[in-house]
């Protein structure tokens, strides 16, 4: 009875060790085996969720679409650059409201004496002083101010032909050629004596004017002057030579215009007796 006993007791053993086997080399049940794949399971970028590999296009068109430059800094730099904010503009977001109790500001003589000077047309003190050569010709100019060349201390060339001019301003001395040609110049729009202390001037253009006699005095080391198509009818007997000196040549004037004037040069014979060359015009 006993052996019968012990013989059912070890089988008994052997059938739960069999089952605790089973159990462990059994495959899990579903519902395990879909929490295990999602907790293994690598995560997707959410910035290829809509990446189209099909009709990726790895050129250099769509490289703009693909990465957002405008915050390229912003994403790889810590220290973003410093804004610039400009006084006179209102900052972003923000509304400005203006006050009823402002006053308007006014225009003073005193604000404006305040205000830093513009520069002159002909550029800064130090270009003015270098400047050598002016052309303001075919511009309808009817009136220059007296003063708008005496800042121009190596002006050489002066060219105002072809306006609408019937004054003169003031010249300066360094002069060497002034050109006033086709204007509507008359002799009271020329300074007395305004030449003479242009000792430097060698060309005097000043034909197709409206002037009724030849400007004087005209200075020593002039070499030519052209007064055709004028108003020109007489001249002073002092014009171009020296009436005291009768040994006075003037050598360097060689070029003399006085051609389509109602002047009759004939009459006016001991008026150019120290010139190389007679003067160019109606002698009868």
């Known amino acids: 009875m006993l052996c019968r006993t012990s013989a059912e007791t070890m089988y008994m053993l052997l059938a739960i060790c069999l089952s ?10 579903p519902e395990t085996r879909k929490h295990s794949s999602e907790r293994f399971q690598p995560i997707e970028s959410n910035s290829y969720e809509n990446f189209d590999m099909d009709n990726y296009d790895p050129g250099l068109d769509n490289y703009g679409d693909s990465i957002d430059l405008n915050h390229y800094e912003d994403l790889y730099y810590s220290e973003p650059e410093p804004e610039i904010e400009v006084a006179t503009l209102a900052p972003k977001h923000k509304k400005t409201k203006l006050s009823t109790t402002q006053k308007p500001q006014i225009t003073t003589l005193a604000s404006i004496a305040t205000r830093p000077a513009e520069p002159d047309i002909f550029g800064s003190l130090t270009e003015q002083d270098k400047l050598k050569y002016v052309d303001l010709s075919s511009n309808y100019l009817s009136k220059i101010d007296d003063d708008a060349f ?16 019937r004054h003169l301003p003031e010249l300066p001395s360094s002069l060497v050629r002034l050109n006033v040609q086709y204007n509507q110049l008359q002799s009271s729009g020329i300074r007395s004596e305004s030449f003479k202390d242009l000792a430097h001037l060698q060309f005097l253009h000043l034909s197709h004017n409206k002037l009724d006699c030849v400007p004087v005095p005209l200075p020593a080391g002039l070499r030519s002057v052209h007064l055709q198509n004028n108003d020109i009818q007489t001249m ?20 003399i215009r006085l051609d389509s004037n109602p002047i009759n040069l004939s009459k006016f014979a001991n008026d150019y007796f120290c010139l190389p060359r007679l003067p160019t015009g109606q002698y009868i």
């Open 236 to 255: 002073h007997k002092n014009t171009f030579c020296d009436s005291r000196d009768l040994t006075f040549i003037r050598r360097a004037l060689e070029d």
């Open 150 to 165: 005496h800042l121009l201390p190596s002006l050489q060339e002066l060219i105002l032909s072809e306006n609408q001019l």
């Open 20 to 29: 605790v086997v089973a159990l462990c080399l059994a495959p899990p049940p």
